[in-house]
């Protein structure tokens, strides 16, 4: 598989360079891997990374180094440091076997000021995968700006007949070529973004139309194998983004159609790092819709595709996948012995290997997923002490994810016999869904609810109870 990264040459990036100072890019990875463990983050930080950061190569860092930055430089922001804004460079990078890898720390670039060849080169945006996001706007009382427009419709016509040759008289299909291809990029990237920060009710719908248009172009064909590389990669990753939309907000016979398609095209291009992502993917929706024999099995299939990305944090996550199809069995030995494989490989750090889309697979969600655990095997003593822990470590650019763990939290802890906290949790999680639209959240949310209705004497259950049944009726 060819490598997605911009074909324009990255501009060097001299306000980090003049971080470094006088120390040689050796001296000061070793200052970074210091200062990451003084914060209790792990980094692997070698002179490679610090020259590909200088360079322009890495135009943004994970959030792991992120916050070592600014541990190591109070009061600089990232821009201070020469990088680009997060949402402009979300991406995914390491993606099959034989391929020049690229740091689990490093969000690849894909071009900005290209416009797709042709008829469409002409200024105004037809393209359904380029119009910008407004982020500002939202309404309580109806689905907001921010998702109703994230995904445009009116141009997703345009583009598939401009592209395709799609109206009658049109000219035969043209081959697609590489700004085509960066476009889908950017779809991947776009939504992503908006998950993080929103959740997938509301983006779900919109997706599906850029969707379309990225395996029609696909269908069209390209003269260049890069290309095609190119485009099977982010068509499947736009496939497992939108079925991850569908998942989170309880579609779930959409979601498996859409891992599926993911999957299939993982086969029919030979990329294992697709193949691993949708056989994960599956394996969480499997989890989720009770059928955890299945699973078991994908997990573990997962951990067969993975295997020749040689990637611990992937393997770690995908152990865990593992781990909640045994809880959902009822295995409790199995899933002890997947949980403390996978927090072995997480143990071994994170490597040039790991794949992009897993920037969001730190401790927090680690000690998530085995919070859930516990809970599926009813132990509510420790699922609590690990979702209390994800809470804790969960970054707050992921709104979605701090959410989702508090609510995991206020459940467990109103199956452990303490009302008042699990109420206090559930009110944290009211308090962020004005920015995060998930049914998943809602749903248990709802469940905390409705264990703690024998307690709602209590005022501070009480007043949970109430913004719980209010949120549910807006």
């Known amino acids: 598989m060819a490598s997605s990264h911009a074909s324009s040459s990255p501009r060097p ?27 209790g983050e792990q980094v692997s930080c070698d002179a490679r990374y610090i020259g590909r950061v200088e360079s322009g190569e890495i135009r943004c860092p994970n959030y792991a180094y992120e916050r070592v930055f600014r541990h190591m430089f109070p009061g600089r922001e990232p821009a201070d440091m020469g990088f680009a804004p997060r949402d402009a460079v979300r991406g995914w990078g390491a993606r099959g076997v034989g391929r020049t890898p690229s740091p689990q720390s490093e969000i690849p670039e894909a071009p900005h000021d ?36 994230a995904f445009m419709t009116s141009g997703t016509a345009a583009m598939a007949t401009a592209s395709l040759g799609g109206a009658p008289g049109a000219r035969p299909p043209r081959r697609v070529g590489e700004a085509e291809a960066s476009a889908v990029e950017r ?51 736009l496939a497992i983004s939108v079925g991850w939309l569908a998942h989170d907000s309880g579609r779930f016979a959409d979601a498996r159609s859409h891992y599926a398609e993911a999957l299939a095209t993982a086969r029919v291009a030979g990329d294992a790092a697709l193949e691993a992502h949708a056989f994960c993917n599956t394996a969480f ?77 730190g401790e927090a969600e680690l000690e998530g997923l085995e919070a859930q655990c516990w809970s599926v095997l009813g132990d509510w003593p420790r699922a ?83 913004r719980q049944s209010a949120a549910r009726l807006a």
């Not at 990237?189 to 719908?205: A, E, F």
């Not at 308090?431 to 949310?445: A, C, E, F, N, P």
Request: charged share 30%; hydrophobic share 40%; proline share 4%.
């Open 13 to 39: 990036n001299t306000a980090f360079r003049q971080l470094r100072g006088h120390r040689s890019p050796g001296e000061f990875a070793a200052a970074v891997r210091r200062a990451a463990r003084e914060i």
């Open 114 to 149: 290209s416009a797709p060849s042709g008829d469409l080169a002409d200024g105004a945006s037809d393209n359904p995968f380029d119009r910008p996001f407004d982020l500002q706007r939202s309404d309580s009382t109806k689905e907001s700006d921010v998702l109703r427009r």
């Open 187 to 237: 779809a991947v990237r776009r939504i992503r973004v908006l998950d993080d920060r929103h959740g997938g009710d509301g983006l779900y719908r919109r997706a599906a139309q850029p969707l379309r248009v990225a395996y029609e172009l696909l269908d069209a064909g390209t003269r260049r194998q890069s290309v095609a590389d190119r485009l099977h990669a982010s068509a499947g990753e």
């Open 384 to 466: 609590v002490e690990h979702a209390r822990q994800a809470v804790f470590l969960q970054d707050s650019h992921f709104a979605r994810n701090t959410a989702l763990f508090t609510a995991q939290l206020a459940g467990d802890l109103a199956r452990a016999g303490r009302p008042d906290e699990a109420a206090a949790a559930g009110e944290r999680v009211l308090d962020l869904l004005d920015q995060v639209r998930s049914s998943r959240i809602r749903t248990m949310l709802a469940s905390t609810a409705r264990l703690l209705r024998p307690h709602e004497r209590d005022p501070v259950v009480a007043s949970f109870l109430s």
């Open 285 to 361: 929706l499997a989890r989720d819709a009770d059928r955890p024999r299945e699973a078991v099995r994908a997990a573990q299939a997962a951990q067969r595709a993975g295997r020749k990305l040689s990637s611990t944090r992937l393997m770690s996550l995908l152990t865990l996948r593992e781990a909640g199809g045994w809880a959902g069995l009822g295995d409790r030995a199995a899933c002890e012995a997947a949980l403390l494989r996978a927090r072995t490989l997480f143990g071994r750090g994170a490597g040039a290997t790991d794949p992009e889309w897993m920037t969001f697979f």
